[in-house]
């Protein structure tokens, strides 16, 4: 499991004093306002100042970051939090980077293939799983082809609804 989640990604300096725009990374953009630090990839830890919001991105402040020069070495970093600090899931909610890498099997336990990422749709997510047999397969995950999700036990056991797997 991993214990660091990405937040967002800084993408440039936003005026002169040091402030950051972010591509959000994260499905709740308004859980910024209550972060009080991030770590990058590097592992430096940037306390946030200040948050506000221009269109969808959030604009943060970190102390000690004054100038646009400052802001700038910072482009193109990702922002983590640590698992401590992630959003709270609901029942039947999981972490995409917990998923990533399942064995995926079917009803009787027949292994399949492996979960290699997560397709995210408006009307609902789609698992890519890498076959046994080299091929790709994209399986819609609604409660009728996911039957299981067992993080700690490394599995998700799936039905294939009839047609979605074309054996030719």
Known sequence: MEDFFQVGIITSAH??????????????????????????ETGTALEIENVKFVKQF????????????????????????????????????????????????DEDGTPLGTLKSVLETGANDVYVIGLNDGREFLLPAIKQCVLEVNVEGGFIRIHILEGLLDES
């Open 58 to 105: 959030p604009v943060l402040k970190f102390k000690g970051i004054d100038s646009v020069e400052e802001a700038q070495k910072y482009r193109k970093c990702s922002l983590m939090v640590p698992r401590s600090e992630a959003v709270r899931l609901g029942r039947d909610e999981y972490f995409i980077a917990d998923l990533v890498g399942l064995s995926v099997q």
């Open 15 to 40: 005026g002169l004093g040091g402030e950051v725009k972010v591509y959000p990374t994260t499905d709740d953009v308004r859980r910024f306002k209550r972060l009080k630090k991030v770590l990058t």
